[in-house]
């Protein structure tokens, strides 16, 4: 069975600066799938980005990037030049592609504040 | 374009009551799941479905029933609701050849007094 673990229930960062999520996972399985989830005060959960484990160049979107260790099985959200709107609970999210069945295994979740 | 929607948005029970959460989907998604959400535990997965008539249990399935009658609707039943059920839930759907191109609901937030 797979495991997710998010060791920081809660950070916060001033505006306009850099902040990294910290996430680390456990599994048998070689091919696997990674993402880093937003949920605002809405409940909605928006999908920020994803990492395929075969693929070695860490993915980016805008602000945010990944720094994906495969060896070490961590997985880290990079958030630069944050803003308010950033504000929300942040899930690492770990899909299996051999055995999961297209399951999403969920960390506990990272509460971040981005202070003006 | 409606997405997935979920109702109702909260609901309070009382202890021993059933209750339906809906669940539709326009999208013409295959799969379909539900999953809950609690404090300091992220979200796990209930039941899921890869088609009409085809169910199957995930991590948490015990107090829950589903059933998939259409391609569109995955109902959540509680059957006697307890304390221990209270908890967001979150129905999500996707294509079955698509692994992890999900779309989640916006959640129905369930009391249980």
């Known amino acids: 069975a797979q495991t997710v673990t998010q060791s920081q229930p809660e950070m916060s960062v001033q505006e306009a600066e850099t902040v990294t999520l910290s996430c680390t996972y456990d599994?048998?399985?070689?091919?696997?799938?990674l993402f880093w989830y937003k949920q605002p005060p809405s409940r909605q959960m928006i999908l920020v980005i994803r990492q395929e484990a075969y693929k070695q160049q860490n993915a980016t979107e805008n602000r945010f990037s990944v720094n994906f260790q495969k060896a070490a099985k961590s997985f880290s959200l990079k958030i630069s030049d944050s803003q308010l709107g950033d504000t929300a609970m942040y899930f690492c999210?770990?899909?299996?592609?051999?055995?999961?069945?297209?399951?999403?295994?969920f960390g506990e979740g990272t509460q971040l504040t981005v202070n003006p | 374009n409606a997405g997935v929607t979920q109702t109702p948005k909260f609901q309070v029970l009382k202890t021993g009551q059933s209750m339906t959460l809906q669940c539709a989907q326009d999208?013409?998604?295959?799969?379909m799941s539900w999953y809950r959400q609690d404090p300091g535990m992220g979200l796990r997965l209930i039941h899921y479905s890869v088609g009409a008539g085809i169910t199957d249990q995930g991590e948490v399935p015990n107090g829950y029933n589903v059933s998939r009658s259409t391609t569109e609707d995955f109902p959540l039943r509680l059957l006697s609701a307890a304390p221990s059920q209270t908890s967001v839930y979150f129905c999500?759907?996707?294509?079955?050849?698509?692994?992890?191109?999900?779309?989640f609901g916006s959640g129905t937030r369930l009391t249980v007094v």
């Open positions: 599994t048998s399985e070689n091919n696997y799938y």
């Open positions: 999500a759907s996707k294509r079955i050849r698509d692994l992890y191109g999900y779309t």
């Open positions: 999208m013409n998604h295959e799969y």
């Open positions: 999210a770990f899909g299996g592609v051999e055995t999961s069945g297209s399951r999403l295994t």
